[in-house]
């Protein structure tokens, strides 16, 4: 459903993404993971088409992003780092606005609205300017307005920001049962804990290198670790940051 080919993206002399080839599979949770910095970011925004590569192509659902790039947007949900809201709309208005822009009927748009709003623990303030919101509640507007026209493909940069762990809980059961149901979620996070329970794969990027890719099994066996291994710890290894129990002695 996700098909990068050498995908890369410079800034001036700055590599933020170089070469970089992934495949993520139809009702795939697919964990996107790396420090600050790494590319992220970069990568999520050339996948949705917001950004031209320098080189390299991706696809997404069967559609070249940079030849088909509506196919490639009716196609896709897609949630910002920091999600791209209007803050003197209420949730509601939000989403019928949202709505509007796939050209969805009025009754359709309603009956989602309302099926999201609960979803999310909004109905009670989908009346309220989201200027209100706090950050959790904006990221979960945002979610809704991904989910509106229900898509195919998912990709969300850091979805857990602000939430308080009954809503993060939620949206974790909410992508897994998506992905049961055949759509495929592409995640970054931070959150490593999150995305060992939750993905079925994940990827490493450092300084816009993939560096890694697979199950928590591949993975260990690329770090030549055992089956203890947290994701936490695969990931400092793989990344030059060391292990935990290494940055504890450090300290004395």
Do not use: W
Not at 1 to 29: K, S
Not at 135 to 160: S, Y
């Amino acid at each position: 459903m996700i098909q990068t080919v050498n995908l890369t993206r410079h800034y001036g002399t700055l590599a933020a993404v170089q070469d970089l080839n992934v495949e993520v599979e139809e009702g795939e949770l697919f964990g996107f993971l790396g420090p600050n910095g790494a590319g992220k970011t970069t990568t999520i925004r050339m996948i949705v088409g917001l950004l031209r590569p320098t080189a390299g192509t991706a696809r997404v659902a069967g559609h070249d992003v940079q030849q088909e790039p509506l196919a490639v947007k009716r196609s896709v949900g897609y949630l910002a780092q920091t999600p791209l809201l209007y803050e003197k709309l209420t949730g509601r208005e939000f989403l019928r606005f949202i709505g509007g822009l796939y050209s969805l009927n009025d009754d359709v748009i309603e009956a989602r609205t309302e099926q999201l709003l609960a979803l999310m623990d909004l109905s009670d303030r989908a009346d309220h300017l989201i200027e209100s919101y706090s950050g959790g509640m904006c990221h979960k507007i945002g979610l809704c307005g991904a989910l509106l026209h229900e898509p195919p493909v998912l990709l969300l940069d850091e979805p857990l920001t602000g939430m308080d762990p009954y809503g993060a809980r939620r949206i974790k059961d909410l992508l897994r049962e998506m992905c049961r149901q055949g759509k495929t979620v592409f995640l970054s996070t931070h959150v490593l804990e999150v995305a060992e329970r939750v993905c079925d794969r994940v990827a490493i990027l450092d300084q816009g290198q993939l560096i890694a890719v697979g199950t928590m099994e591949t993975l260990r066996a690329q770090a030549q670790s055992t089956a203890e291994t947290t994701l936490e710890d695969l990931f400092l290894t793989l990344t030059g940051g060391g292990t935990t129990a290494e940055m504890v002695s450090m300290l004395g």
